[in-house]
């Protein structure tokens, strides 16, 4: 089979197109043919070395699957050859998805939504688990509420806009002014350009100073720090990046915040309650540009790149779609 491996840690061009054999599926294990992948900033970030000591060498990089299974190993109960499927690849736990085939247990593989192509599948398995974890299992966004979504143009943003919006929740959506008609487009009520305005300035202006029930920070730094200042009492923030640098938790302290990290784990769980929405109309993955795969080292040079117009995902065709 035909695989983007990793040999060194680099840039877009430490990437190799090689030959290598097609996996076995062992006990409870599924071998799938990948039709689409997606590229996520998580892939950019183990190219680069950023979690180089999780990360052995030579390694197949990649956090989203969706293709048709084509082998099933022993004891496996809940799939079939010629079942499509979805899933993130365990991440940080073996070979990842920039191949044209990929075992994973069968424990966190998904029947694909019927009305999904593969490439919009591959768009949505990975930001679409981590958006569930994140508003609906942590935060436990209640009908209603008010949330603030920072990054709401980019893959996380687009998905967390519209499972807010299925959740009966107002949806004020920060985003480049580039973005704005997409954000509104989806689903957002109250679209700020964090460029020209400071977002604490807009959110309690939207909010007229009553400030909203979650935030959800996909960007980190000043923008994390900052969220409490726009926070109801008793808000929740979920933040799914990595903090590298000290909080000031002062303002968090009087509006009674609480905080809930988010590092995406896999499961079938929320791929089903994902596919329910898909099915009911109110959640669709958008893919802003499309890759061979062996054009994947371009398509990280465009998510690396910043202010780069996408919206949604970069998805990767490897196989015709069918
Ligand atoms: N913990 C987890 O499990 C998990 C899972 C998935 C992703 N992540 C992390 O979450 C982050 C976002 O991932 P992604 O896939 O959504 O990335 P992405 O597709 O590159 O989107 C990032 C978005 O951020 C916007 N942006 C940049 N600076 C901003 C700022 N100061 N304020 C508001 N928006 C800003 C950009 O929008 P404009 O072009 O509109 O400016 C862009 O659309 C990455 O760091 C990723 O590693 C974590």
Sequence with gaps: MQALTLPRFGGPDAFTLSDLEVPSPGSGEVLVRVHATSINPLDYQVRRGDYADLVPLPAITGHDVSGVVEAVGSGVSAFKPGDAVWYTPEIFGGPGSYAEYHVASEAIVGHKPAGLTHLEAASLSLVGGTVWEALISRAGLRVGESILIQGAAGGVGHIAVQVAKATGAFVIATASDYNADFVRSIGADVVIDYRAEDYVTAVNRETAGAGVDVVLDTIGGDTLEKSPHVLAQLGRIVSIVDITTP??????????????????????????????????????????????????PDAHALLETPRNGLRGKIGIAVAQED
């Design 247 to 296: 909080q000031n938790l002062v303002e968090a302290w009087g509006r009674n915040a609480s905080y809930h990290f988010v590092f995406t784990r896999q499961n079938r769980g929320k791929l089903d309650e994902l596919s329910t929405l898909v099915q009911r109309g109110l959640l669709k993955p958008h893919h802003g540009a499309t890759y061979p795969l062996a054009g994947i």
